[in-house]
T-cell receptor, first 113, second 113 residues
Framework: AQSVAQPEDQVNVAEGNPLTVKCTYS??????LFWYVQYPNRGLQFLLK??????LVKGSYGFEAEFNKSQTSFHLKKPSALVSDSALYFC???????????FGSGTKLNVKP | ETGVTQSPTHLIKTRGQQVTLRCSSQ?????VSWYQQALGQGPQFIFQ???????GRGNFPPRFSGLQFPNYSSELNVNALELDDSALYLC????????????FGEGSWLTVV
């Protein structure tokens, strides 16, 4: 069965500092991995995905994620955090057979001025 | 903006009642999936519709049902509402190609009292 884990409920970082939001996965077959962001009282917005190819994936708003097969991780990163990046971040893995996505429990990112 | 629209945005129902939530998919997308997001949790897959048929279901009871129409819009129906059904219901649309991304609407907030 597919699953993802987000080990941190909350990440605090100062504006301008680099940020990392962690995600590990468990899949059978090739992993299709995604990151979404959710602002308060809103739906989920797609940030980036890894399907195949380069292990470093670049996405929206300056975010990137590094796929590490040996560590079964897909951590979300940004070189310089903004206060406006404060939101809830979800890692997800797609089922190989159809569009069922398994989401992690989410990590709340707080960026302080 | 993802082009996925949901209605209503908020509603309050009484335990035992029935509710219908609606979703219009993004142009060019033929697949619609529904997710339930309880407070403080990640989205949970309810089911998916492709070509007007359900082709995948999560761990939800039969009182959760749906429809997809020829224009690919969709409805989620929940009968015999329970207090635990209170959640944000998210619709997501996509194509049916492998590795594709799902794009979410803003959701419908359901409160059962």
């Amino acid at each position: 069965a597919q699953s993802v884990a987000q080990p941190e409920d909350q990440v605090n970082v100062a504006e301008g500092n680099p940020l990392t939001v962690k995600c590990t996965y468990s899949v059978s077959g090739n992993p299709y991995l995604f990151w979404y962001v959710q602002y308060p009282n809103r739906g989920l917005q797609f940030l980036l995905k890894y399907i195949t190819g380069d292990n470093l994936v670049k996405g929206s708003y300056g975010f990137e994620a590094e796929f590490n097969k040996s560590q079964t991780s897909f951590h979300l990163k940004k070189p310089s955090a903004l206060v406006s990046d404060s939101a809830l971040y979800f890692c997800a893995v797609r089922d190989n057979n159809f569009n069922k996505f398994y989401f992690g429990s989410g990590t709340k990112l707080n960026v302080k001025p | 903006e993802t082009g996925v629209t949901q209605s209503p945005t908020h509603l309050i129902k009484t335990r035992g009642q029935q509710v219908t939530l609606r979703c219009s998919s993004q142009s060019g997308h033929n697949t619609v999936s529904w997710y339930q997001q309880a407070l403080g949790q990640g989205p949970q897959f309810i089911f998916q519709y492709y070509r007007e048929e359900e082709n995948g279901r999560g761990n939800f009871p039969p009182r959760f049902s749906g429809l997809q129409f020829p224009n690919y819009s969709s409805e989620l129906n929940v009968n015999a509402l329970e207090l635990d059904d209170s959640a944000l219901y998210l619709c997501a649309s996509s194509t049916n190609r492998g590795g594709n991304t799902i794009y979410f609407g803003e959701g419908s907030w359901l409160t059962v009292v």
